[in-house]
């Protein structure tokens, strides 16, 4: 055989491979899930020991997902496990895992249900080796409206609250910055509460004595309360005025989440 058959022939394998690969996806899609600020149910009876489930994402914000297997030979209900997907089916679940696990059969139970922080666009739901189950999720916007860098800092008003989305699947090293723009001398109180499975490290800086930044950290579902101030023996002075800057960034790669940030 010459080069040349033998490059058709390999051409014609790899087509039909990749055709016979397309054949099974699209047998192994199932229903689509579907996303509202209300609790929205997927019932699902699978057609393959693999299912996908497009998953469309209209906004940045925090998914809630829950979810119950069915037993094929009673009515009981049981966990569920699935892989969250990005759009490349890259799986992106919580601590770098291949797979989440929900039980939503137990309201009680501490896995009842997960939470992750995404950007808007296509993801996927994986579910593999169960016959009849139901994914129930919830969504919850969060803008994305820090800078990603100092010099493109958002601007942050007082008593103005804005917030920052770190979602799955993004890269570790991102930062959100915000800019406070202080007209005169004043103590400044900040705030940030962290939302989602994601801790922060939260980083102040600007003029002296602050200029090196004053680091803190706030742990998931919980609020950050700092205050700012120019220490001189026992005396608490006032900030000069100027510029101002909030570094926020996570603590971990494989979680996901989003803070507010405001101060006064």
């Not at 799986?91 to 922080?117: C, L």
């Amino acid at each position: 055989m010459n080069k040349r058959s033998v490059l058709r022939t390999l051409l014609a394998a790899a087509v039909f491979t990749l055709m016979m690969s397309i054949g099974v996806w699209a047998e192994a899609y199932g229903p689509n899930i579907q996303l509202s600020t209300s609790v929205l149910d997927t019932d699902v009876v699978a057609t393959d020991s693999t299912m996908l489930h497009r998953l469309e994402v209209p906004s940045d914000g925090v998914v809630s997902f829950t979810g119950v297997e069915y037993s094929s030979y009673s009515n009981n209900k049981y966990g569920l496990s699935f892989s969250l997907l990005s759009s490349s089916f890259t799986p992106i679940n919580r601590y770098g895992s291949s797979s989440t696990y929900v039980n939503g059969a137990d309201v009680n139970s501490s896995s009842f249900s997960r939470e992750y922080a995404l950007k808007r666009g296509t993801y996927f739901i994986r579910v593999t080796n169960t016959k009849y189950y139901t994914i129930r999720t919830l969504f919850t916007a969060a803008n994305d409206q820090g800078g990603l860098s100092k010099k493109k800092a958002a601007t942050l008003k007082r008593k103005a609250q804005k917030s920052c989305v770190f979602g799955a699947g993004e890269t570790y090293d991102k930062a959100e910055w915000f800019k406070i723009n202080l007209t005169k001398p004043r103590k400044l109180t900040l705030e940030v509460t962290a939302h989602g499975d994601a801790s922060y490290r939260v980083t102040f800086s600007g003029p002296k004595p602050y200029k090196k930044g004053d680091v803190s950290y706030v742990s998931s579902g919980n609020v950050m309360t700092a205050k700012y101030w120019i220490r001189r023996g026992r005396k608490k002075l006032k900030l000069k005025k100027g510029k101002y800057y909030v570094k926020i960034q996570r603590s971990s790669n494989n979680v996901s989440g989003y803070c507010t940030v405001k101060w006064w």
